[in-house]
């Protein structure tokens, strides 16, 4: 709790370092990842003696049951794009597990992870349990993932890196992998949602953390009855979206994460252009300094173009139409990743079926980004597997141990 605490203590210095190095909104940390930080910490130092076993009912004259123990040393590799909300998904269920861990941030981003450290130090947390270090992905994460005294690794990141990590860890200990990997979430909105809130669903869903983020909608599937009316709106609205200085409480989109993204942004908006889509707004960069991108839709998206399919981690959403619940259902399935969806309906037999329907880890209906503590998030197929948050992301950094004992003529037996 005193770790919580000291992170509450230095909310504009830490929101500060998340701003210059990942050009994050300065308003957004002070109010939402650095609290966010503090109330995932005071979650988990909640869970952590709620960590107990079970005893068994055997068929033999024996007596058992099982032991939750910490799994040992933990590598923690996690990405830019949320440097303080990813170090406390993964930290705060491992410390409370009982397990020692190493940390590497993204090389893009690691300022904030090691202020983490000093703060942790600062809160009494015991030298070597909380290990901070710098590096590549090639050399450090690398080091991470094929080490053999490093029991499980929890990666955030890239498909493709990901299976690095697993091939790593297979080819060295045999370690235990747990991956929250990449994303194309689909966002449904059926003839019956309120035309102004949906338009403001679907581009928080994209437009927030100017789109670097796992579960951006950035697919958005539009009943065909309503289809023109909210296309209109969104556009209208997007085209107020205010893109600039991150330190600027009056802007809504910070900067791209550095020119590699930059560039891979405006690549796929490239392709959106050359494949057929209707750029509807956006599509260029902002400004003559710096990697602002504007807020990007394309109309007449199909299944098979690249905006459609790949994961862009950037402002553009990709619009496309649909018929029947069936359609929708096939459309947004069609994909190679499972992270999130989101449905805008005030029908509730349309919600429950589609929410069912849709193989994806998290489903948000009539809201989209609400994460929360308690709520497991995590993927489907080429999204990953394992979860952060919820009590699931505590039992995936513990071993279940079985303890069995003879009993000989008991009466209870």
Not at 86 to 93: H, Y
Not at 201 to 218: D, P, W
Request: contains cysteine; glycine residues 10%; neutral net charge.
């Amino acid at each position: 709790m005193k770790f919580a605490d000291l992170v509450c203590e230095h909310v504009e210095e830490l929101a500060a370092i998340d701003t210059i190095d990942a050009g994050k909104l300065f308003s957004a940390g002070k109010a939402g990842d650095i609290p966010h930080a503090a109330e995932l910490l005071r979650y988990y130092a909640g869970g952590a003696d709620k960590v107990y076993g079970k005893t068994l009912k055997t068929a033999s004259q024996h007596q058992a049951y099982t032991l939750l123990e910490p799994i040992g040393v933990v590598g923690h590799i996690i990405p830019w794009n949320f440097p303080t909300g990813m170090f406390f998904l993964k930290v705060s269920p491992a410390l409370a597990a009982g397990c020692t861990m190493v940390v590497k941030p993204a090389e893009q981003t690691p300022l904030s992870a090691l202020y983490y450290a000093h703060l942790a130090k600062q809160a009494g947390i015991p030298d070597g349990v909380l290990n901070v270090i710098t590096g590549y992905g090639e050399t450090a994460g690398a080091a991470i993932s094929s080490h053999m005294d490093i029991d499980k690794v929890s990666f955030t990141g890239s498909t493709e890196v990901g299976r690095k990590v697993m091939q790593a860890a297979a080819t060295s200990n045999l370690k235990a992998v747990s991956l929250e990997l990449g994303g194309k979430s689909p966002l449904l909105i059926f003839d019956d949602a309120d035309i102004d809130n949906a338009a403001d669903l679907a581009l928080i869903g994209i437009l927030y953390n100017k789109g670097e983020i796992c579960a951006a909608s950035s697919r958005v599937l539009v009943q065909e009855g309503i289809y023109d009316k909210l296309v209109k709106k969104m556009t209208e609205k997007a085209k107020t979206w205010v893109v600039g200085d991150p330190f600027d409480p009056t802007v809504h989109q910070g900067p791209q994460v550095d020119k590699t993204q930059f560039d891979k942004v405006l690549s796929y908006i490239g392709h959106g252009k050359r494949e057929g889509a209707t750029l509807l707004t956006g599509g260029k960069p902002c400004g003559e300094r710096g990697y602002y991108i504007e807020p990007t839709i394309f109309a007449n998206v199909e299944d098979d173009m690249l905006i459609a399919k790949d994961e862009i981690f950037g402002p553009v959403m990709s619009l496309m139409k649909f018929k029947t619940i069936e359609e929708a259902i096939k459309k947004a399935n069609n994909t190679r990743y499972g992270l999130a969806a989101g449905i805008v309906t005030k029908d509730l037999n349309i919600a429950n079926t589609v929410s069912r329907s849709i193989r994806a880890g998290t489903i948000w209906i009539n809201c989209y980004l609400a994460f929360d503590a308690s709520c497991p998030f995590g993927g489907y197929k080429m999204s990953g597997f394992g979860k952060d948050m919820g009590m699931e992301a505590l039992e995936k950094y513990l071993h279940v141990k079985s303890v069995v004992t003879p009993i000989y003529n008991s009466p209870w037996l």
